[in-house]
């Protein structure tokens, strides 16, 4: 049984770097990964640990399926949430995802590391074929776009690398503090201010401790929702990036007064390399610029707000630790992107927020009820 589990884990681990690069080619890699991975029993007990984000999945689930008859659903869309709803369910089925989450931390390294070399080609003039550069208005310099030719997949796997070296507590200090340096730097290349905001808000989790107190963490996340809302609306007019992510949150809630109540579906956004930026064109692809808007326009306003409650309920549930650990980083950083941004089609970035969601609800449950 051991042996099937570790080479579960390890299948998993391999087959996430491959879908990061070779695209859906090796989705029954993942596939059989997590099937031999997966326990009923687990799956059980994580359901009981999680029951409102387990009852936005079903509700939601059933709502797409029953929009899905009422109107025709291209295929591109229904993958992604095919992809959500399949790593949602294997994953709870996960006996020991403390190991899962570890093998992930080295894909991320590994990716980091390929990540770095890139940009650092593109910083001293390399020109590499799948990157195109160019100065947004509002801004200094281009955005580098790393090892995927993405300056947000760039900026995610930094902040994930980062996540995990803080805990790096076995590690040289000077080395540790080396390699977040150039994790930083990373950062920074990538050009995208909303994972400092989340590593900022990392830091002070860690700083004061506030993994322990309910109250002040609650609300600082309430705080930093608010502002990152309140500064996109100032810098607009001098940010493209704002400019446009402020517009398409007002188009999204204005489609969601059509229909509050049970959304419109599977939606998801379909940009393509000839999609020409304007509001008009990226409202018409479907993007939302915020993963929790997207979910509201897709299954309605109370499976929304259920989501967010799932979320809290999470947050809630960070004073079960004693010490700092991973999965309170990642998850707190990768939960406020879904506010301002985020995606559920990157399979990385999806499974190392599931997986903390799961373990951090599970330890709250085990000493709740040992």
């Given amino acids: 049984m051991k042996t099937r589990e570790e080479l579960g884990i390890t299948l998993f681990a391999i087959a996430l770097v491959l879908l990061q690069f070779a695209g859906y080619a090796f989705v029954p890699l993942l596939a059989g990964a997590l099937l031999l991975l997966f326990s009923q029993h687990t799956f059980a007990t994580c359901v009981k640990s999680v029951p409102l984000f387990a009852g936005f999945t079903a509700a939601s689930l059933i709502v797409g399926l029953f929009m899905m008859m009422a109107r025709p659903t291209e295929t591109a869309p229904l993958a992604r949430w095919i992809q959500f709803y399949f790593l949602t369910v294997m994953l709870m089925g996960v006996k020991d995802k403390s190991r899962l989450l570890t093998a992930v931390k080295y894909t991320v390294y590994a990716i980091f ?4 070399m890139a940009n650092i080609l593109q910083v001293a003039g390399v020109k590499l074929p799948w990157v195109y550069l160019t100065i947004r208005p509002g801004e200094l310099i281009p955005r580098f776009q790393g090892i995927k030719g993405n300056s947000l997949y760039s900026g995610s796997i930094s902040f994930l690398a980062l996540c995990f070296l803080i805990n790096e507590m076995g590690l040289r200090k000077r080395l540790r503090y080396s390699v977040a340096f150039l994790m930083v730097v990373n950062l920074l290349l990538a050009g995208s201010l909303r994972y400092f905001i989340s590593l900022a808000l990392v830091l002070v989790l860690i700083t004061f401790h506030l993994y322990r107190h309910r109250s002040y963490l609650l609300s600082g996340i309430c705080a930093t929702i608010g502002m990152v809302v309140v500064l996109t609306r100032w810098t607009m007019m001098s940010s493209e990036s704002n400019y446009f992510r402020y517009k398409l949150w007002g188009h999204t809630i204005d489609r969601l007064n059509d229909s509050p109540l049970v959304g419109n579906g599977f939606l998801f956004q379909q940009v393509t390399d000839h999609t020409r930026f304007s509001v008009r064109t990226l409202a ?15 299954f309605g306003l109370p499976l929304m707000f259920l989501f967010i409650a799932s979320l809290f309920r999470t947050f809630s549930h960070y004073s079960s630790y004693k010490h700092y650990a ?23 970035s999806l499974s190392v ?9 599970q330890k709250h449950q085990t000493l709740s009820h040992p």
């Fill in 113 to 116: 590391a390929a990540d770095l």
């Fill in 284 to 298: 018409t692809a479907d993007v939302t610029e915020s993963t929790i808007l997207l979910f509201g326009l897709c």
């Fill in 326 to 348: 991973p999965e309170l980083g990642l998850f707190l950083g990768l939960a406020l992107d879904l506010f301002w941004g985020g995606s559920i089609d990157n399979v990385l």
């Fill in 353 to 361: 927020l599931l997986i903390c969601m799961y373990l951090i609800n």
